[in-house]
C-alpha cells in the first residue's frame, strides 16, 4: 500500500484515538482482554455469520433435517475435541501472541508451528473474503439496484479501515452487532408462530434429503466454515488478560450456545420451508422471520462482525510468525506500534483478503471459498490435537492441565480431522499435507528465532527412543521443560538400594531413571553381588533403570569421577540421590554434596525417622523459602525441586500436601499467604494442597501441627548435617533435604 494511503490511515487512527480519551488510549496499549469481549464475542459472531443465514437453508434442504443435523454434529464432534484439546493446552502453559501457532510452536517447536501457521492465517485472510461476499448478498438483498461486486470492495474497506484505527473499537462495535444478530434470532423465533397471516411451523419436514445440490461431503465442506469461528478467540491469545481462563471457558460456552442455535434453526427451517424454497431460496430466513427487516440487520451485522473478527485475529498469527523469523520480510511484519497494534501485518492480510475477495468475484463465489477454507482449518485442528495427545503420551511432570481430558478426545479429534479431509476431496487433501511438509522441511533446514524457553521437543524424542537423541542434541535446550527425575544412586553395599527401593519408586515412577552407581575398593566387588537384580525390579516396575559398576579405594572420588564421565552423556543423572544415616560418616557426605554441586545436578539427601520411617506414605509438608522480593519469576525461588519432587511423592502415594512456611511478624505472613496461593495456582499443585503459615522461628515451626509422613526442606549452601539430623528428631519423621541445580521449574 502506498505511504500516503498508510500516512492516511494514520491520521484517521490518531483522531479517533484522542476522541476516545486517555483512559481507552492505557487500555489499549495494555492490550488486555476480558473472556466476553476477548474470546466469546468474537467468537459466537463468527461462528454465527455468512454460513447460518445463508447457507443452512440449503444445507437442510439438500440433506434434510436428519442430515443437516448429522452435518452440524459431525463438524462440532471435531470442532468440540479441538476445543477441549486447546482448554487443556491453555491450562497447562502461558500461551502467548499467536494462537494455534504458539500452541503448536510450544509443544513441537516452531518448525512444525509455521507449517501449519501459514496455512492458518492465510485461511484466515480468505475467510475475509467470505464473509465480505456474504455481506454483499444480504446487502443486494436489500438494496436489489445496487452493484454486488462494489457493494463488496466497499465492505472489505470499510472493514479494513475500523479493524485499522483501533482493536477496541472493532471489539466494541461487535457489541453492538452482537445483539443485532440476538434479535434477529428472536424474530426467527417469532416466526414459528402463525401471526399476521404467516404460516409458522406448518410444513412436515423432510428427513432425508435427495442431495440435490451436492453430495453429502460437499455438503459438509460448504457448511463447516461456520464453526471454524473458534480461531477467532483463540487467535486473540496474546491480547488476553487471563488466557488460562478466557480460552477455555470463552470458546466452550460460545460452541456450546452456537451449537444449539443452530439444531433449533435447523428444526425451524425444516418446519416452515419445503426443500426446493430452501435450495432455491439463499434468504429463506428473511421471508420467514416475523420481522424481514430484522434477519437483513442481522444478516450485515454479522457477516460484518465475522470480516471484522478474522481482520482482527489473522494479523496477529502473521505477526506472531514474523516474530520467530518464519516469513519474508519478518522485521516489517513483526513491527507493531506503541498500542500494540500490528498495522504491518494487517496491511499484508488485508491484501490477502482484497485477492482472494477479487478472484471470488471473478468467478467461483461463497461455495468455492468456503471449501478451500476447510482444508486449512481442518489441518489446524488435526495438529492442535496432535499436541495435546502427544503431551498426554509422553505422561512429563510439566504437563499438569488444571483442566485435563481423556486421551481419547485428542484421537477422536485427530482422526475425525484425517477422515473428513480425505472424504471431502482426497487430491486437495494430499496437496494441503504434502504443502504442510514441504514448509516444515524449508523451515527445518533456516535458523528460526526461538528462545526454547517452552519447547518440549528435546524431551519428546529424549522419551520416545534412544535413536532420537542427535536430534534433540540438535534442538534449542529446554531442561524445565522436559525435566524428570533422574537419579545417581551411589552404593557400597547392595542393602543400600535395596532398602531404597519403595522410596526410589515412588519419586520416579512413571517416566524417571535410576541409575544405581555401586563403587567398591578393588578385589571386594562380591559386596555389590544381587545389583543387576534390584535393577531388574525396577524395570519389571516400569521404571528405567541402569547399574554401573566401579572399583575405587575412596568413595568419594569414584562418585565424583562418575558424576564427571556422565553428565557429558545425552542421558545424563539430574539427580544425586544421597542417604544420611545415624552411622553416615558427615564429612564423607558433605565433600560428596559439595563437589557434585559444580555439576548441575540437584541433591536429594534422604534422612529416615529410626522408628516412624515414611509412616503411611501420605503427607507430605513442604518447607517453602520466601524467593527475593516475594515475587516469581519463571522459577519458584529456589524451590522448584522441593515442589516436583512432593508432586512426585504425592500422585504415587495419592497423599496430600502442606506447603508450609515459617515468617517474622504479621506482614511477612500476609506476603506468605499470597505467595502460596499464586504458587499453587502457577505450579498447577492439587486442590487439596494447604497452605500453613506460622509466625515463628523455623526450628520452633517445625515442631507445630501438621505433622507429615515426610518432610522436604531446601539444603542451605552452608551445610550442617548434625542440624538436619536434628530436625529429624524435631519433626519426629523421615526428611529429604534437597537442592536444586538451577535446570528445575515447578511453573513450566
Not at 15 to 25: D, H, I, T
Request: aromatic share 8%; glycine share 8%.
Amino acid at each position: 500500500m502506498p505511504a500516503s494511503i498508510q500516512g492516511t490511515f494514520e491520521r484517521l487512527r490518531d483522531r479517533v484515538s484522542k476522541a476516545a480519551g486517555s483512559q481507552e488510549a492505557e487500555q489499549e496499549r495494555e492490550q488486555t482482554f476480558g473472556t466476553f469481549a476477548g474470546v466469546f464475542t468474537p467468537t459466537v459472531l463468527t461462528i454465527l455469520g455468512a454460513i447460518m443465514y445463508l447457507r443452512l437453508g440449503q444445507v437442510v434442504g439438500n440433506a434434510g433435517m436428519v442430515g443437516a443435523i448429522l452435518i452440524i454434529l459431525l463438524a462440532h464432534v471435531i470442532t468440540v475435541t479441538t476445543a477441549l484439546s486447546v482448554s487443556s493446552i491453555a491450562t497447562n502453559t502461558r500461551i502467548g501472541a499467536g494462537g494455534a501457532f504458539a500452541i503448536i510452536s510450544k509443544a513441537l517447536g516452531v518448525e512444525v508451528g509455521g507449517a501449519v501457521g501459514v496455512p492458518l492465517f492465510l485461511a484466515q485472510g480468505i475467510s475475509i473474503a467470505l464473509y465480505v461476499l456474504a455481506f454483499g448478498e444480504g446487502w443486494t438483498r436489500i438494496f436489489p439496484g445496487h452493484n454486488y461486486i462494489v457493494v463488496c470492495v466497499i465492505a472489505f474497506l470499510l472493514v479494513f479501515v475500523i479493524a485499522y484505527i483501533s482493536t477496541s473499537f472493532a471489539f466494541r462495535i461487535q457489541f453492538l452487532i452482537l445483539a443485532i444478530v440476538g434479535f434477529s434470532l428472536f424474530s426467527v423465533f417469532l416466526g414459528s408462530f402463525p401471526i399476521n397471516g404467516q404460516a409458522g411451523l406448518s410444513q412436515t419436514p423432510v428427513l432425508w434429503g435427495d442431495y440435490a445440490l451436492w453430495d453429502f461431503w460437499n455438503t459438509f465442506a460448504i457448511f463447516f466454515p461456520a464453526v471454524t469461528g473458534i480461531m477467532a478467540g483463540i487467535s486473540m491469545s496474546g491480547s488476553l488478560k487471563n488466557p488460562r481462563k478466557s480460552l477455555p471457558v470463552g470458546t466452550m460456552s460460545a460452541i456450546a450456545v452456537t451449537l444449539v442455535i443452530y439444531l433449533a434453526l435447523t428444526y425451524w427451517l425444516a418446519r416452515v420451508a419445503t426443500p426446493d424454497e430452501l435450495l432455491t431460496n439463499e434468504t429463506i430466513m428473511v421471508d420467514k422471520a416475523f420481522w424481514s427487516w430484522a434477519v437483513l440487520a442481522g444478516i450485515l451485522g454479522a457477516t460484518f462482525s465475522s470480516a471484522l473478527g478474522s481482520l482482527v485475529a489473522a494479523p496477529r498469527v502473521m505477526q506472531a510468525l514474523a516474530e520467530k523469523q518464519l516469513l519474508p520480510y519478518s522485521e516489517e511484519l513483526a513491527h507493531e506500534t506503541e498500542k500494540g497494534e500490528p498495522h504491518t501485518a494487517m496491511l499484508a492480510i488485508g491484501g490477502i483478503g482484497m485477492l482472494a475477495l477479487l478472484l471470488a468475484l471473478a468467478g467461483g463465489g461463497l461455495n468455492a471459498i468456503a471449501a478451500v477454507i476447510t482444508m486449512f482449518f481442518i489441518i489446524t485442528y488435526a495438529m492442535l490435537n496432535v499436541v495435546v495427545l502427544t503431551e498426554q503420551t509422553l505422561n512429563m511432570v510439566s504437563f499438569r492441565p488444571t483442566f485435563s481430558i481423556p486421551r481419547l478426545v485428542p484421537l477422536i479429534g485427530l482422526i475425525g480431522c484425517l477422515i473428513v479431509m480425505f472424504l471431502i476431496n482426497p487430491l486437495f487433501s494430499l496437496v494441503a499435507i504434502v504443502l504442510v511438509l514441504a514448509l516444515y522441511y524449508y523451515l527445518a533446514r533456516h535458523t528460526l528465532v526461538d528462545d526454547g524457553s517452552d519447547d518440549v521437543r528435546s524431551g519428546l524424542f529424549y522419551t520416545i527412543a534412544q535413536w532420537a537423541a542427535n536430534k534433540a542434541i540438535s534442538m534449542p535446550s529446554a531442561p524445565e521443560r522436559a525435566w524428570k527425575p533422574s537419579l545417581l544412586v551411589p552404593v557400597s553395599a547392595v542393602g543400600e538400594l535395596k532398602g531404597s527401593y519403595r522410596v526410589l519408586k515412588a519419586i520416579t515412577w512413571p517416566q524417571g531413571v535410576v541409575n544405581s552407581l555401586g563403587i567398591c575398593p578393588p578385589g571386594e566387588m562380591e559386596r555389590l553381588d544381587g545389583l543387576d537384580q534390584i535393577t531388574r525390579a525396577f524395570l519389571n516396575d516400569g521404571i528405567s533403570a541402569q547399574t554401573t559398576l566401579l572399583e575405587d579405594e575412596d568413595f568419594v572420588d569414584g562418585v565424583r569421577a562418575a558424576t564427571q564421565v556422565m553428565r557429558h552423556t545425552f542421558f545424563r543423572p539430574n539427580l544425586l540421590f544421597l542417604q544420611l544415616r545415624r552411622d553416615s560418616k558427615l564429612r564423607e557426605l558433605r565433600q560428596l554434596i559439595d563437589k557434585t554441586a559444580a555439576y548441575s545436578m540437584g541433591i536429594v539427601l534422604l534422612a529416615r525417622h529410626p522408628i516412624n520411617d515414611l509412616g503411611q506414605e501420605q503427607v507430605i509438608n513442604v518447607w517453602i523459602s520466601p524467593p527475593p522480593d516475594w515475587k516469581l519469576t519463571k522459577q519458584a525461588g529456589g524451590n522448584d525441586l522441593s515442589i516436583l519432587l512432593a508432586l512426585q511423592l504425592q500422585q504415587n502415594w495419592n497423599g496430600r500436601i502442606n506447603l508450609r512456611m515459617a515468617v517474622a511478624d504479621e506482614e511477612a505472613a500476609a506476603k506468605a499467604q499470597k505467595l502460596l496461593e499464586e504458587l499453587i495456582i502457577l505450579a498447577r499443585l492439587p486442590g487439596s494442597t494447604c497452605i500453613v503459615v506460622q509466625q515463628n522461628r523455623f526450628e520452633e515451626a517445625l515442631v507445630l501441627e501438621p505433622r507429615a509422613d515426610l518432610t522436604i526442606i531446601g539444603l542451605p549452601r552452608v551445610l550442617n548435617l548434625s542440624f538436619n539430623r536434628r530436625i529429624v528428631d524435631l519433626v519426629e519423621g523421615s526428611c529429604a533435604f534437597v537442592r536444586d541445580s538451577g535446570e528445575e521449574s515447578a511453573l513450566a
